[in-house]
């Protein structure tokens, strides 16, 4: 995990020296101007421009100031709980560790947990699942690095989860992975049943993990293996944000989600593409671009369909498609060309 500390003040940097010297991992320590008695890390003069530079390239920030201020530096940064960072406050005395953000997906929760050992601080963990000690549902995703589908029913079923009504876990158990689930399960005090037992067991709510798909009529979500090849066309200077909403609604036409991605491909014209590259940045997944001669060969083996402007612009008439395959190392694609402002987004699962 790559973690930032952040410190303002001369007690909070040497509150952060004492935690880096008990703590494993990539760590890097950001100190204000001026309050800087450690002789390790990188100096700072704005903390908003700190967040600018820093938020997205980091697994989990731990900042030691006041949560008042913590809340209001990363207010414009927050995006989406599955790609945003962890985020943990701290006094800089040591007495109280608060998981802000993130708390399951992102590992707060547990980060905090760990803090606190190391300090003997005062954990501070609002997550209702976690404070009425029952397993969440995003927090075994994140344990067994699945995604969870579709993303906005989990809220119901972890309030499900925290109201104590039935909530089931299901796995497949004939899956290949299914020895690597129960040993996930079972540290997290929760009871698989097999999925081919899905229809005779009486549930409020469900959570799936299996690649197939079901007919329920009950709330539930799936948690499933990342799998997905997506190809991405897209005009010079289009944002990371009009491919992000672009790439998320070609998800949702398959029942999928962004975090189902394991990977992205486009033309070598746009291996500069900023948006792009802040787009594969910010989900977290690898990025390979093609040169024309690669994709004008996986167009003529399987006969996609060519656009004759694209093919005058950039030499070659499809670039989705044709990355989306590549990527995949298939001849099925799952989405054929969707076209969005200034994108075109093609889903392959990987083969």
């Not at 109280?96 to 708390?103: A, D, F, K, M, T």
């Not at 083996?301 to 005058?312: A, D, P, T, W």
Request: charged share 20%; glycine share 6%; with cysteine.
């Amino acid at each position: 995990m790559k973690i930032a500390i952040i410190t303002v003040t001369n007690n909070g940097a040497i509150l952060a020296d004492k935690l880096v010297r008990n703590f494993d991992g990539d760590i890097t320590l950001f100190q204000k101007v001026g309050r800087n008695p450690t002789l390790t890390g990188f100096v700072y003069t704005s903390l908003s421009s700190l967040m600018n530079d820093i938020f997205n390239k980091y697994d989990a920030l731990i900042f030691i100031m006041a949560a008042g201020i913590v809340v209001r530096v990363i207010a414009p940064f927050v995006n989406d709980k599955r790609f945003d960072p962890a985020v943990v406050v701290m006094d800089d005395q040591g007495q109280h560790v608060i998981s802000l953000l993130s708390g399951h997906i992102g590992g707060a929760n547990e980060l905090t947990l760990k803090i606190s050992r190391i300090l003997g601080a005062e954990a501070v963990i609002t997550t209702a699942t976690d404070v009425a000690d029952k397993p969440a549902a995003d927090l075994l995703a994140a344990k067994l690095g699945l995604a969870i589908e579709p993303f906005d029913s989990l809220k119901d079923i972890n309030a499900a989860i925290a109201n104590n009504d039935t909530v089931e876990f299901f796995a497949d158990f004939d899956s290949p992975e299914y020895e690597h689930y129960k040993l996930a399960t079972n540290t997290l005090g929760i009871k698989m049943e097999n999925i081919a037992m899905l229809s005779k067991i009486e549930f409020s709510a469900a959570v799936l993990i299996t690649s197939k798909h079901y007919t329920l009529k009950k709330p539930h979500i799936y948690l499933r293996k990342p799998n997905l090849a997506v190809g991405i066309g897209c005009r010079r200077g289009t944002s990371q944000t009009a491919i992000w909403r672009a790439v998320e609604d070609a998800c949702s036409k398959i029942g999928r989600s962004l975090q189902s991605i394991t990977m992205l491909g486009s033309t070598v014209l746009k291996s500069d593409e900023d948006g792009l590259l802040e787009f594969a940045a910010k989900i977290d997944v690898p990025i390979k671009f093609f040169n024309n001669q690669e994709l004008k060969s996986c167009i003529e083996i399987n006969n996609l369909e060519v656009s004759r402007f694209v093919e005058k612009e950039i030499g070659v008439g499809n670039v989705c498609e044709a990355a989306a395959l590549l990527m995949g190392q298939t001849n099925n694609l799952l989405l054929t060309k969707a076209k969005y402002p200034g994108v075109t987004v093609a889903i392959a699962e990987v083969n």
